[in-house]
């Protein structure tokens, strides 16, 4: 067996602080694990360089004998002094999105970060670089600036989703048409995870035991949380787009629209779902479209931006809300 494999079993037998470990209790381990032709020299001298060459956290206490071996508490498994370009690249990506990690993964991943950044500095004209400039993440809809997130309780609702403990806060109810709002404490909520949809972050939470429906929350509708010991209620799942979250109580129709040929997403090759069908018509600038689709907001949303666009032929519940919105756009914008 190669003197390299023998070393990377020897720091397999090494414990991180505070345990410690002795030359002789590597020595037996390494005699159990196949390295029968190896003496306690051997295994002495190597821990030596595993400690002198300091890639690998190998520390030793040599106030007692036998002296102990043991890996540094605060060793970090990557090695901050070998980060190569690509590495730090993908740190740099990482740290783009760090809203949605765990607090203590970003207190532990934060030395890297900062490495990172200065890695690419080192040559801000390389590929790597430069690459960081040439991609982005854009949205179609309106930019809007977000509103203030309280920072203290965005903190504590990421802690309870680690920990998968319940929560009590002040949340921001709407009532009467969203004429008026008004803030409500509520104990025993069950944080089940965060999603970003469309540049914005929601908490998906459930209320007590008994309650199983998931509620998508602005975290800016949250203020004064505060954690405590009880463990969530609810059984902790995959979490699902908030889309999905809502659509699960939508019916499926069958949409049926006359597309002007020129419509961007259309040019673009996007589908509104499988089974999308483009079909031509008797305008010779416009295709019948059809595809089978739920009735959501987000898809009215989508189909209102579309403008002269389109005109929606069935089913005629949709075709008479387009038709209602039209007549009140006119009453509204006529002299």
Not at 33 to 38: A, E, K, P
Request: proline share 4%; net charge positive.
């Amino acid at each position: 067996m190669s003197a390299f494999q023998r070393k990377l079993d020897i720091l397999q037998f090494v414990p991180t602080a505070p345990r410690k470990v002795s030359s002789r209790q590597i020595f037996d381990n390494l005699q159990n694990c196949g390295h029968h032709h190896i003496d306690m020299r051997t295994i002495q001298r190597d821990l030596v360089n595993l400690e002198t060459v300091g890639l690998f956290g190998l520390e030793v206490d040599k106030r007692s004998k036998p002296y102990g071996w043991f890996i540094n508490a605060n060793f970090k498994k990557l090695n901050l002094s070998l980060m190569d370009g690509n590495t730090a690249l993908a740190f740099k990506v990482l740290e783009q999105s760090g809203a949605t990690l765990p607090n203590t993964t970003l207190n532990e991943l934060q030395p890297y970060f900062t490495k990172a950044t200065q890695v690419l500095q080192q040559d801000s004209d390389s590929l790597l670089s430069n690459w960081l400039k040439s991609v982005a993440d854009s949205h179609i809809s309106q930019p809007l600036l977000p509103p203030e997130i309280d920072a203290v309780s965005f903190g504590r609702l990421k802690n309870a989703i680690y920990f998968k403990k319940q929560i009590s806060a002040d949340i921001k109810r709407i009532f009467n048409g969203g004429n008026q709002m008004v803030w409500k404490h509520y104990d025993r909520i069950n944080p089940m995870g965060l999603v970003k949809q469309d540049g914005r972050q929601l908490f998906v939470c459930t209320f007590g035991e008994l309650h199983k429906r998931r509620y998508a929350l602005p975290l800016h509708f949250i203020r004064n949380v505060m954690e405590t010991q009880d463990d969530c209620q609810q059984t902790f799942g995959e979490l699902e787009s908030v889309q999905l979250l809502n659509n699960n109580r939508k019916q499926n129709i069958e949409l049926k629209l006359l597309v002007k040929n020129n419509a961007l997403f259309l040019l673009h090759g996007y589908k509104l779902s499988e089974d999308q069908i483009i079909s031509p018509s008797a305008h010779t600038d416009k295709s019948f479209l059809t595809a089978t689709v739920k009735d959501t907001n987000k898809l009215r949303a989508f189909l209102r931006g579309l403008g002269d666009n389109i005109e929606v032929i069935e089913p005629k519940k949709l075709r008479d809300y387009f038709l209602a919105m039209s007549q009140k756009l006119f009453a509204t914008y006529s002299p």
